[in-house]
């Protein structure tokens, strides 16, 4: 079985702060990857990274980050000096396969991150 | 283009209807995904068709039922819609059905209220 925890509900900082948005997962796959994706106010679902079970190297695009931590079964995303933009609701998903071999995405609750200027 | 289109955006309708939503998809993906996306903004797998084909149906109601014409397009129909239908439903696609690594690609949603 698959389960993600995103254990903050919501999150608000002032522009220009970092902010870390937590994400736990457990799965039995030894292959599996993980991704982040975003939902703006607007509503749509927007992908913003993935991530395999076999690397962990940081990774970092413009002002967000990814630290991907294998023991401790965690996939974490800071935004560094954010903005009003940023605010939005952010889910972690899991991907593995189910017991039919066929990919099955499980996400995470969703943080919701508001950014006051 | 949009990638992945659903119609409508909007849908208001009262207890006991019928009722259907579209999407298409112009990736030229072949696995079609249905989710629903409660109140809390839980969002949960019901559907997923590759090449028109059924591949995950989980605890739905059988009011639910999916239709895939051809691999650019998965429909849900909902009949007798009840109160606790009321939700966000999102369409996804992505490029095979069996690896773990597809990123699926979202529509904009379909927000159902039932009056």
């Known amino acids: 079985a698959q389960k993600v925890t995103q254990a903050q509900t919501e999150i608000s900082v002032v522009e220009k702060e970092d902010v870390t948005l937590d994400c736990v997962y457990e799965?039995?796959?030894?292959?599996?990857?993980l991704f982040w994706y975003k939902q703006p106010p607007s509503g749509e679902l927007v992908f913003l990274i993935r991530?395999?079970?076999?690397?962990?190297q940081n990774e970092i695009s413009g002002r967000y980050s990814w630290n991907f931590q294998k023991s401790t079964s965690s996939f974490n995303f800071t935004i560094t000096a954010s903005q009003v933009v940023d605010s939005a609701v952010y889910f972690c998903?899991?991907?593995?396969?189910?017991?039919?071999?066929?990919?099955?995405?499980?996400f995470g609750t969703g943080t919701k991150l508001q950014v006051i200027p | 283009d949009t990638a992945v289109s659903q119609t409508p955006k909007y849908l208001v309708t009262q207890m006991g209807n019928d009722k259907s939503i579209k999407c298409e998809q112009n990736?030229?993906?072949?696995?079609m995904y249905w989710y629903k996306q409660d109140s809390k903004k839980f969002l949960k797998i019901m559907f997923s068709?590759?090449?028109?084909?059924?591949?995950i149906n989980e605890t739905v109601p059988n009011r639910f039922s999916p239709k895939s014409p051809d691999k650019a397009h998965l429909n849900l129909h909902i009949n007798s819609l009840e109160l606790g239908d009321s939700a966000v439903y999102f369409c996804?696609?992505?490029?095979?059905?069996?690896?773990?690594?597809?990123?699926?690609?979202f529509g904009a949603g379909t927000r159902l209220s039932v009056l």
């Open positions: 996804a696609s992505s490029q095979g059905r069996l690896r773990a690594k597809n990123i699926q690609y």
């Open positions: 799965t039995r796959d030894t292959t599996y990857y």
């Open positions: 991530r395999n079970s076999f690397d962990e």
């Open positions: 998903a899991l991907s593995g396969r189910n017991s039919g071999g066929y990919q099955k995405v499980t």
């Open positions: 990736l030229g993906h072949d696995t």
């Open positions: 068709y590759n090449n028109k084909e059924l591949i």
